[in-house]
């Protein structure tokens, strides 16, 4: 616990972009003013750290940017970030140059795994705020963006399903998600998907088959697999390339809505979510916490460890998938 006087608080955006990130920042800015802390937001992730690329926020810079999707901090990819503490200690010196006293960091697993090394190795204190459209951050039920790219995903698979009962086609269509398939289990549940293919849960090319042709599925006109980016059996167009193989009389099609999901205009739920958010961190850090991360779990506000954040997962819930198959028959 650390209770100096913080006077001024850095935010920055960092890794995949998520829909949601500039409600989070619009938070953290109004929160640090509300508190007589003075916000700087900080351009394009740890980039911006390196190089000092500053800028001292008001309340007007976050104006009308809560429906916006994207980040107006931008975002940035620094791989050397991991690998040169040189690189981590510019970055600490920057940010006690410029007087800034703690840290925001809105991003992902990788984003905190960054934020705990310079926790760790600087004693900086530093909150984060979960930002990716995978929900694979353990710590918090969801993560800003999930049901923006989650409702994207959905508003697509509607469309894709009209064109698909017209033509009795059966669509494969790849979500995001990296290695967690919680994109995909929403996804199919809301879309009354045919089946659906997750990185947590072993499927073959031969379960998938077999389950197109039981009786009930074969007087359906349409059919749609979902199938989660992590897949251990390989893409939607290489699982698709298998069925066929095998069910040659099936009219096959494949679509993948790749960066849509990350794109748009964040849902009611991920601005209430990035609003919390954003205030939670700036109240944390003001209260002392550091090397955390702020969640929402069962409703309240939970602080993870960064590095509890970065190593686990939130497992899916498989009676969401029992249910999905049961109401797909
Ligand atoms: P996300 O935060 O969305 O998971 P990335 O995995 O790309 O996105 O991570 C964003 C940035 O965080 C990286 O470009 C890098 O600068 C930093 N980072 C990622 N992994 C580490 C690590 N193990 N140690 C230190 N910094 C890291």
Partial sequence: MNNSKINKIGVLTSGGDAPGMNAAIRSVVRSCI?????PVGIHKGYKGLVRKDFE????????????????????SRLPEFATDKMLRKMAIDNLKEDMI???????????????????????FPIVGIPGTID????????????????????????????????????????????????????????????????????????????YMQTERRKDKTSGIVIVSEGSQLGSAQEIAEKVKER????????????????????????????SMLGNYAVNALIEGKSG???????????????????????????????IAKILSI
């Fill in 292 to 322: 955390v991360m702020v969640g929402i779990t069962g409703g309240k506000v939970s602080y993870t460890p960064f590095k509890e954040a970065c190593s686990k997962h939130n497992p899916i819930d498989l009676d969401m998938l029992t």
């Fill in 34 to 38: 509300y508190n007589n802390v003075i």
């Fill in 247 to 274: 069910l040659p009389e099936y009219k096959t099609r494949v679509t993948t809505l790749g960066h849509i999901q990350r794109g748009g205009s964040p849902s009611t739920r991920d601005r209430v979510l990035a």
């Fill in 135 to 210: 929900n694979d951050i353990f710590g918090t039920d969801f993560t800003i963006g999930f049901d923006t790219a989650t409702n994207t995903a959905v508003e697509a698979i509607d469309k894709i399903r009209d064109t698909a009962d017209s033509h009795n086609h059966l669509f494969f269509v790849e979500v995001m998600g990296r290695d967690a398939g919680f994109i995909a289990t929403y996804t199919a549940i809301a879309t009354g998907a045919e089946a659906t293919v997750i990185p947590e849960v072993p499927a073959t090319i031969e379960s998938i088959c077999s």
């Fill in 56 to 75: 001292t926020m008001q309340s007007h810079s976050v104006s009308k940017i809560i429906q916006l999707g994207g980040t107006i901090l931008k975002s």
């Fill in 101 to 123: 006293d703690a840290l925001v960091v809105i991003g992902g697993d990788g984003s905190f795994r960054g934020a705990d090394l310079l926790s760790d190795e600087f004693g």
